[in-house]
């Protein structure tokens, strides 16, 4: 499994970080080029694959890919 | 790290497959719902093999529509406000054999657009047409719309709102569209797989979506900029059929339903004229 | 062009209009019932689906030109028709047709207004609505006018033509004299009509350019329709060449300069006027549509009388033709424009077109009937005094 925060789409709505049922996801200090404040991982190997965040995101600015082990890639 | 930089920038897979990359990110607010319902659109699409050269997208004016417009990667057509069912009538009336998916607003399809989607549904004109509800006129900056709650305070409406809402699935049952059903942008499983009904079956799919407007509809009427607080809203507001049969008509004044209200498939406007067409060559 | 009615007929102009359409190789109609055009669209009902082509008569003026737009973006040749307050509702949709470069006609049967005025009687109202009416400006327009039976058939197909041609709605400026008036129509063997088909691109799409507004003047250009691969983006915002809004000043004025230009420096190509008596003339006559047979009539009645009396006749009324009108304007001493309304309208393009060489005089009535004769050889009696 592989999350992936396409920085650059976010628009800091904090949907991925509230709808999260393993709360993965929390806000960080990072701003991206249009200023919104982007989240990220707090907690990998809390993610069960649900696929929410993916699917929650609004800007499809997280991809998460099902598969062997559990990365992140920014 | 000098040869990462020179990659193509990431996207997601579907936006790849289906959307124009270097039209993203769209135009929507922070928060906004209208993303996640074309998330959904394009995961039905993609389960039912759909592609951007058998299926055309057209939209009207308004928050809604601005965003899909030169989004797909398909033809996209974007007509004057209100006008979406006309255009998909000739369009559909033509070209038959395409697929269209429609994406308007509140404003769009419920005020200036109200005559064309009274008789698109009428005609059972057979495209699917997804309306965002987010209960404003979004783009013009928070004026009041025909799905604004009364008492609420808008920019055309700042001593309270005077008018009653109106109810668009009852409007596009009444006229005789084969699919209606309403659900919440969050709710995603439903939503896609009334998006894939919607395509599947013949005539017209009308799908209506509440969504949280928290720069507009959550500013103006709710007082907030937080569209967390706006979905709440929604989401206090809204009911399930099933759970609605379980309750009064005192409890259930001012809830909104959410589900599948209409399901009959018949044939619509193109099917008659195509069974028309056929009648007079055999003559 | 399979279903054209290859014949002679004894028919009304409405009904030439809509024959005229079917040879043009039109194959979707959409309209909403109005006097004095119904008839073009019950006889299009009629003929439409015995063709394989489509006829709707939609919920409203607007639906009708929006579907006629959306037909255009399919494939289609497409047509609508209407009369006075039916024409100032499409107005907002012909917009979207002007500013996509999209090709279709709309039928004007103008009739005596302002507002419904009299349903079933002929004016000459609507002159500047349809060049200057659809809001925005930015750009210019194409209109015929015919004044018999059969030149609204031939016009018709003419209208159809420049819009290939020109990538553009094209206007049938007729009129209710025109429209109900029952003549002898022709219509010749489908071979010896010309026709002109919409042009496809011939370079993949990667290559396809859907808006060529970096040249303000090409003509012939291909228009793909949906579901050829081509992506079409089609929108009521400005766009970019390849369709995609923008907000940028040098965007909008390419795509107004390209708007008005396309036609406006092609204007040699789309001249045409029928002349007659003008070698020696000292006064003109103009008139267009159902005021031009009665002008001719009383200019020949001028001549009978020895009056040296010329007419010049607008058939393609827009672009206006400045050049013939100042070429008649420099040789004469004035020019009377009969007009089938009050306020002046081809006057006005008359007087500025003749840049003062002559005077220009008005004889303007509110219509119900057209001028007789008589009185246009009178007003030039007393003119000439």
Request: with cysteine; aromatic share 8%.
């Amino acid at each position: 499994m592989e999350i992936t925060i396409i920085k650059e789409y976010c628009k800091g709505c904090g949907y991925c970080i509230e709808y999260c049922p393993k709360k993965v996801y929390g806000k960080s200090k990072i701003m991206n080029k249009k200023g919104y404040l982007v989240p990220e991982v707090i907690d990998l190997e809390k993610c069960s694959e649900c696929g929410l965040c993916d699917l929650y995101c609004p800007e499809f600015a997280i991809i998460l890919e099902k598969g062997e082990g559990k990365h992140e890639r920014n | 790290m000098t040869a990462m930089a020179k990659e193509t920038p990431l996207v997601h897979p579907l936006v790849n497959q289906y959307l124009r990359p270097e039209r993203m990110p769209h135009l929507a607010c922070p928060g906004c719902g209208i993303g996640q319902v074309v998330h959904c659109t394009l995961n039905a699409v993609a389960e039912l093999g759909l592609t951007p050269l058998n299926t055309v997208w057209v939209q009207g004016v308004g928050c809604s529509s601005r965003l899909s417009y030169a989004l797909w990667k398909g033809d996209s057509i974007d007509a004057h406000h209100g006008r979406i069912f006309a255009v998909a009538t000739g369009l559909k009336m033509c070209r038959p054999e395409l697929n269209y998916i429609l994406f308007t607003g509140d404003g769009d399809c419920a005020s200036i657009g109200g005559n064309h989607f009274i008789h698109a549904c009428r005609r059972n004109l057979d495209v699917v047409a997804i309306m965002f509800n987010n209960g404003i006129y979004g783009m013009t900056g928070g004026q009041v719309a025909p799905t604004t709650p009364l008492g609420a305070s808008t920019t055309t409406t700042p001593h309270g709102n005077f008018e009653a809402p109106f109810d668009l699935c009852k409007v596009a049952e009444a006229a005789g569209a084969s699919y209606v059903a309403r659900w919440r942008a969050i709710d995603f499983k439903p939503l896609t797989h009334s998006i894939k009904k919607g395509i599947r079956i013949k005539g017209l799919a009308f799908i209506e979506v509440l969504l949280p407007c928290a720069t507009n509809f959550g500013r103006y009427v709710l007082k907030t900029g937080d569209p967390g607080k706006v979905q709440k809203w929604i989401n206090d507001r809204v009911v399930t059929l099933k759970k609605a049969e379980s309750m009064s008509p005192e409890e259930l004044k001012d809830k909104v339903l959410i589900g599948e209200f209409v399901e009959r498939e018949r044939p619509g406007v193109v099917e008659s004229y195509q069974s028309l067409l056929k009648r007079l060559k055999e003559v | 062009m399979k279903g054209t009615k290859t014949g002679t007929f004894f028919v009304q102009g409405d009904e030439a209009i809509a024959e005229g359409a079917i040879a043009a190789g039109c194959r979707y109609f959409a309209g909403y019932p109005i006097t004095p055009a119904q008839e073009i669209a019950e006889i299009l009902a009629q003929r439409m689906p015995e063709i394989g082509g489509v006829c709707m008569q939609m919920e409203d003026e607007l639906a009708s030109i929006h579907s006629v737009g959306g037909a255009s973006c399919a494939g289609f040749k497409a047509m609508t028709a209407s009369s006075g307050p039916g024409i100032s509702l499409k107005l907002e949709g012909l917009g979207w047709g002007i500013k996509n470069e999209l090709p279709y006609v709309v039928v004007d049967i103008q009739r005596a207004g302002p507002s419904n005025g009299v349903a079933t009687s002929v004016a000459q109202g609507d002159f500047y609505t349809v060049r200057y009416g659809s809001a925005g400006g930015n750009h210019a327009l194409i209109a015929l006018s015919p004044k018999s039976v059969q030149e609204a058939f031939d016009l018709t197909i003419e209208c159809f033509n420049l819009a290939e041609i020109f990538r553009c709605p094209v206007f049938l400026l007729c009129d209710e004299t025109v429209g109900h008036t029952r003549e002898k129509l022709v219509i010749p063997d489908p071979s010896k009509i010309k026709i002109v088909e919409r042009k496809k691109p011939a370079v993949p799409p990667e290559q396809f350019v859907l808006y060529p507004l970096d040249d303000d003047s090409v003509i012939n250009y291909p228009f793909p329709s949906v579901g050829e691969g081509y992506s079409i983006c089609v929108s009521p915002y400005t766009h970019t060449s390849k369709g995609y809004p923008s907000t940028e000043k040098v965007d909008q004025d390419k795509m107004a300069r390209r708007l008005t230009n396309k036609i406006m420096k092609n204007v040699d190509k789309l001249t045409r006027v029928e002349k007659k008596y003008l070698e020696d003339a000292e006064v003109a006559v103009i008139a267009y549509g159902a005021s031009a047979r009665p002008a001719l009539a009383a200019v020949e009645k001028a001549r009978g009388n020895g009056m040296k009396v010329g007419f010049l006749r607008p058939i393609i009324v827009w672009p206006f033709p400045d050049e013939e009108i100042y070429s008649v304007a420099e040789r004469v001493n004035f020019i009377l424009v009969p007009e089938l309304n009050t306020d002046g309208q081809m006057v006005r393009e008359v007087a500025r077109a003749a840049k003062g060489k002559a005077e220009v005089y008005h004889l303007g009535s509110g219509g119900v009937e057209t001028h007789l004769p008589d009185e246009i050889w009178g007003e030039i009696r007393r003119l000439k005094k």
